[in-house]
């Protein structure tokens, strides 16, 4: 498929002698990650539609750091900030957008005091913003009057008290917000948050995303939004594990925006 | 021979203070076991949450009955003090309702201390009911069996008997009253206890005095072995409360520390003008290397100690985590509870070998936490959410899940790998970071 996104790199931004008013940090899920990469490119498309100069790192870009600090590895976390910092600080970052509440996290709380301080906005905020400005509308488009919920990313809402922004994208999409059980500050993880995407769960008896995505199911939606590539996944394989993949989409924001419009 | 009595009850007094004040140096001395902790930034924050969530009950109320019941009994047990006050000065000076006095306002004070100390047997009861017979879920997960589960109850007993004990000396004393015996002046008003007027009717004057002052001298000796109690109990919290909301993280939840030592070496291994051979300063100060992470109760912070013994064991984490809710073995009460018998241990061990700790061959971890329990945790913030006094139990999963891998580089091997692929490529996948931008082209 060849499709032509804009997607400078910071690097030629600076050759062109430009700055542009937010850095995209795509972060290694948004990078590799097959079903992550589909977001990455719906909100790209909508930047580009919006007409915002953004830039990416490309391949100077490197894990935050995040799960290894959450398995308990300091050492490593603060060797990839520290080496992230330094092309962040080297390039004047001044503000930093990314679709990753985990990337958003550490960047905005945990980079500071190790010296690198920016404004960092998760991607329904960013859109928030745009829609405020004027300089994005949203159309409800083939999701108008759907029954859509919102699962609250750990790191996104109880970790960063960010719970409006994505609840106020979806609503201009003229759909039906039905909220789970579990919700806002009682949201209920997905189960991938503190390193669990790459390992086992413990003995149990049941997979936190299965619970989860039952709650999801609760709710009869058409949509189960996401904000996370991490809870998207695990939300999906829960769906698809309940055998309802043909009747629910797990969709992320960005791409809830984009499709609507058909970018 | 009528100054035995006021003798007797300012030794008590005195006995039952003084050995709270030396459980309270015991406690005082177990959490400054732990590291210190700069705790006292943002000075109005701190302030403003200890008003609103200890003093306020503000997260009490996110379950609304239970949010209810406990502040009838909070306020009850905050309010029907003021009468201790009084039973003290009547105590120490051989005085009988020292605050009659105010006439008008002593009735509406005994009036509203009756009617909270019936609303506070109300909610015991519901309370007990609760646990014992509708059996919720959180009161009888695993680590409540034995003595947690006695030690809830007991409180409970206690609170009734002491509310008992105060409106059957209001009864006895308001009948004394009406038989116009000396002393007993015409004061107050007994909204409840009159209707406990039955039980003491047609008693002699004698009698009703024996009752009137057993009941007295049970309730005020009740309260002082309620006060000691305390420390043995996770009762604890309805004085730890305060300090614990006020020394409670103030940043974003998601926002775990960074550890300074290991920032010094980090920037030191970055420095491309460091002497890779320098021998150390002559001036430094050759210590035992610092630990990384927390295996046992003294590697942990001050904070997290008296978290510990601030939890009253009420269980909204556990049943607010993803992993217990799942049926994994995690339960971030039982991360507290294990920290506070930890310390406890370790703090009876020091009294027993004046003042120095003696090896033990234990520590919190695996001998208390096991590594299941720490790595089934999400970090999701849901118990530090749920807790009502801004308990923090995903700071000490996380404190000891540092020491098992910078440590003993005991993470389970599925991390193992996750990590070797950030070290290596920069991501925790093996993907090869000159390919991070294809996605663009795909």
Known sequence: MSETLKVPTMAEMMAAGKTPEVLFWVGCSGSFDDRAKKITKAFVRILNKAGVEFAVLGTEESCTGDPAKRAGNEFLFQMQAMTNIEVLNAYEVKKIVTACPHCFNTIKNEYPSLGGSYEVVHHTQFLKSLLDDGRLTIEGGKFKGKRITFHDPCYLGRANDVYEAPRELIKKLDAELVEMKNCRKKGLCCGAGGAQMFKEAEEGKKEVNIERTEQALDTKPDVVAAGCPFCNTMLTDGVKGKEKEGEVEVLDVAELIANAQDL | MTLIPQLIFALILAFGIGFFVRNVKKLSRNIKLGKEINRTDRPGERWRNMALIALGQQKMVVRPIAGLLHIIVYIG?????????????????????????????????????????????????????????????????????????????????????????????????????SLGAAHYTEAGAFPVSQYLLPLVDGMSQSALFLVERTAWWLHIVGILIFLNYLYYSKHLHILLAFPNTWFAKLQPKGQLDNLEAVTKEVQLMMDPNADPFAAPAEDEVEGEPGKFGASDVMDLNRVQLLNAYTCTECGRCTSECPANQTGKKLSPRKIMMDTRDRLEEVGKNIDANNGVFKEDGKQLLDDYITREELWACTSCNACVEACPVSIDPLSIIMDMRRYLVMEQSAAPVELNNMMSNIENNGAPWPFNQMDRLNWKDE
Do not use: C
């Open chain 2, 77 to 177: 047990f905050v309010i029907i003090n003021i009468e201790v006050l009084e039973i003290v000065i009547d105590g120490l000076f051989g005085t009988h309702r020292v605050f009659a006095f105010m006439g008008g306002l002593y009735d509406v004070l005994i009036g509203s201390f009756e009617i909270l100390a019936f609303l506070v047997v109300v909610s015991v009861v519901i309370f007990w009911i609760r646990r014992n017979i509708i059996r919720l879920q959180r009161f009888i997960k695993p680590e409540m069996k034995g003595w947690p589960k006695n030690d809830a109850n007991i409180i409970l007993y206690f609170e009734v008997v002491l509310m008992f004990l105060f409106l059957l000396m209001n009864a006895t004393d308001l009948q004394l009253q």
